[in-house]
């Protein structure tokens, strides 16, 4: 091929992929349907307090929820136009297949087998878990290798129940599984002394015995983790505009919460900063939002309606709430935990 002719070749590829890059999102099918309804479809937990659950007049929080809540914020302009769908461990994968669901944030943890094999696609980690065992505290059991031989409760459909058959067989334990559709039944067992332990994500066993225990001290999370259960949204294949969104509100939550933009400060920091990261972020020097089909104010928006990333963790399972939990490797990156936000530039 002569010079002449493949420098003109290379620079109609440099002219067509410089514009690539820089054309906005075309709307999704699922992003379509979410404008026309005026409303995201949420499949949350049946009832996982920190994560999702509803009070007694019918009103949804959670760390799961939150997220549900920055969507639409972000899409909507309004945290309140979520419709939350109760879903069983077992229901959950099907009813975001089917469509009855646009979104799945229900404390579900990434694997390949979910990501590679159900018509799924994994998100952004919203929490790094792993999972534990809770035993009364009059058992005095401190390990979970003291349960040779012992009856378990877990709930089916879950990674949970594969993690305990493969740490019994691991270390020679022979431990009995007692397996149970739905939660409430598996909490019902455990309580009622008919396992000897329950085992699901440590921070499932801080929800549960917040919640269910008639005192929780009287119960204990032994200190192991068994496995990995990094936690996030699921969403349909096959539409990746919404994947896309999905995937950079949270993301965006995070990056929020690394340089300092909290639910107080946005219009302050809008006005005020001279940050270029925080301008950027709050779509006063670049429109971030028209490469995902939205406009530029999303993520101020999602921010100052539902807080970042740090702000819904302690309001919803931190230090502060009945589940205690430490920040550890949910923390920022920068203070030695694992959430590390993909720039939003």
């Known amino acids: 091929m002569r010079p002449h002719k493949l420098a003109l070749i290379l620079a109609a590829g440099s002219a067509w992929l410089a514009s ?14 979410i404008k026309q309804r005026d409303q ?19 009103k949804w929080t959670g760390l799961d929820v939150d997220m549900c809540r920055a969507m639409a914020a972000a899409v ?84 949970t129940e594969k993690n305990l058959t493969d740490f019994s067989r691991a270390n020679k334990l022979d431990i009995k599984p007692v397996v149970f559709e739905k939660l409430d039944a598996t909490n019902a067992a455990y309580f009622s002394g008919r396992c ?5 994500d440590a921070s499932g066993l801080a929800s549960i015995r917040s919640r269910e225990a008639k005192n929780p001290k009287d119960h204990v999370i032994l200190p192991e983790l068994i496995s990995k259960e990094p ?75 539902v807080g970042n990333y740090g702000e819904i963790f302690e309001r919803n399972v931190g230090d502060k709430t009945p589940l205690g939990l430490k920040r550890g490797v949910n923390a920022l990156w920068t203070q030695g935990g694992l959430q590390y936000a993909i720039p939003i530039r």
Request: proline share 3%.
């Open 196 to 200: 000897k332990a329950y085992t699901t």
């Open 20 to 33: 690539a890059v820089f054309t906005p999102a075309l709307a999704g099918k699922t992003l379509d349907a």
């Open 76 to 159: 909507l302009g309004s945290a309140d136009k979520v419709r939350y769908v109760p879903l069983s461990a077992p229901q959950r994968f099907t009813a975001l297949q089917s469509g009855e669901v646009d979104v799945l944030s229900r404390n579900t943890t990434f694997t390949l087998t979910r990501d590679a094999s159900l018509g799924l696609h994994q998100t952004a980690v919203t929490f790094y878990d792993g999972q534990g065992f809770m035993v009364p505290a009059k058992a005095n059991i401190k390990s979970a290798k003291q349960l040779k031989g012992a009856t378990v409760c877990v709930q089916s459909g879950t990674t």
């Open 40 to 58: 995201v479809v949420c499949g949350v937990n049946t009832g996982l307090a920190g994560f999702g659950a509803a009070d007694s007049q019918g």
């Open 231 to 305: 936690l996030g949204p699921m969403v349909r294949r096959g539409d990746d505009e919404w994947l896309a969104i999905v995937k950079w509100v949270v993301y965006g939550l995070i990056e929020a919460e690394e340089v300092g933009i909290t639910s107080d400060n946005v219009e302050k920091l809008k006005a005020d900063s001279a940050d270029p990261v925080v301008q950027r972020l709050l779509g006063k020097t670049e429109d971030t939002g028209k490469l995902l089909g939205l406009d530029r104010e999303w993520l101020a928006r999602a921010v100052t309606q």
